[in-house]
């Protein structure tokens, strides 16, 4: 009957329709997710940015295509591998502090072992993951080839294969700079520095390489290691100051190498570099606390150099502040040099730091510092770096370096025609 089919009709339309849009939309959402996995696919390809995924251990729990790809492994077996099935056993030093530490790292280099045995750098960076009590699942984190544009791959081997050579030599050999009271002239310090012989690099040029291969904590601690080692032979009574770059000052390890270094932790200065941006105050922060309370004083170096080092004096609220020498140079004929200088003076007062004025070389430039009231200064005025005990004892021994009387009789000297310095 026409009623008949009408009724059946009006009874099975609903759900007819209901399933041909549920048919359509399921096919409209697989469409749009093929589409959104091309879309990651490309953007991956584009970027190389590769995400996976890790324990706590380091175990890999998860692996894009691309990352399988790359490393020649197939997904099956990426999963399951550890980080130090991967990564080239001496790159690998670094990745376990961070592993062990939980922190996680940020836009680091790996030198990385594919599935043929061949060798092959890489960029990343990886953030833990929580449970919401905080304990640590795992990491998650994005990896990505360093390709000609970013360094060439054959540098990198090279650069980096130049410091393994040091390292594995322990061929550093540490020179000390006189830090001497402005006031009365007697030794209160020495700056450690690095040398590297048979070499025709600066010193600055080696730091900068192992930064570029993502060795510069590696070079930093071997660094300390023999600054220390060579220490010991300085004068009990005098502080000993050591650059450190940010990466290392948070790591564990330099904790390690402070509690063996032989020195009374009283007596070390470690000075803040800008071989690496500081992006993260919060871990500075907490590593200069833990260093405290060994009883290490930290310096900011290079104030007045830049915007930058006024930031650290601000946020670190060091001990010691060092203005540069870019600062320093002709202070005493250049009043803009001198009311900066005179500023970072004040500041330190009113923080309870002390001034040290960095590149002396003129007595001119001593005696300025001496009317600011500049606590210590080191420089060529005094002494180059050394690592001749002779001349340590000798500058030891004999009591003040120079006098008021003496920096001002040489200042009228120094201005003769024909004399130099």
Known sequence: QPDHRVG?????????????????????LKARLRLAEQQVRLLAEATEAMPWEC??????????????????????????????????????????????TGSGWRHERWRCVMKD??????????????????????????THRLGKDALDDQHLRDVASTIYERLASDDI????????????????????LSRFPASD???????????????????????????????????????????????????????EVIATSGIDPSRLVLEVTEHASITDYDDICVASRALRALGVRIAVDDAGAGYASFRHILRLAPEV????????????????RRALAAAVVMFGVEMGATITAEGVETPAELRCAQNLGINAAQGYLFGRPTGDWTTWNE??????????????????????PGRGR
């Not at 291969?213 to 005098?238: K, N, T, W, Y």
């Not at 030891?396 to 003769?416: E, F, I, K, M, W």
């Open 8 to 28: 059946w009709w009006q009874v099975h339309r609903g759900p007819a329709l209901v399933g041909l849009v549920l048919a359509r939309g399921r096919r409209t």
């Open 55 to 100: 324990d706590a251990d380091g175990r890999i729990t998860s692996a894009g295509g691309m990352l399988t790809e790359l490393f020649g492994y197939s997904q099956e077996e990426l999963v399951g591998m550890t980080l130090r099935d991967i990564v080239h056993p001496r790159e690998f030093s670094r990745l376990a502090g961070s592993l062990a």
């Open 117 to 142: 045995g061949s060798e092959q750098w890489y960029g990343g960076s990886a953030a833990p993951s929580l449970a919401a009590d905080g304990t640590l699942l795992g990491f998650a984190g994005t």
């Open 173 to 192: 050999v540490p020179v000390f700079q006189p830090i001497l009271s402005v006031a009365t002239g007697r030794l209160v310090g020495a700056e450690a």
């Open 201 to 255: 690099r600066t010193p600055e040029q080696w730091f900068t390489d192992a930064a570029a291969v993502g060795l510069s904590v590696e070079l930093e601690l071997a660094a300390l290691r023999c600054s220390f080692i060579a220490a010991r032979r300085l004068p009990e009574d005098i502080y000993v100051s050591v650059n450190v770059g940010p990466l290392t000052f948070v790591r564990p390890a330099l904790l």
């Open 321 to 336: 502040i060092k203005l540069d020498r870019s600062l320093v140079a002709g202070i005493d004929h250049d009043p803009a």
């Open 395 to 416: 500058w030891h021994q004999r009591g003040p370096l120079y006098s008021v009387n003496a920096a001002t009789a040489a200042a009228r000297s120094s201005s003769d």
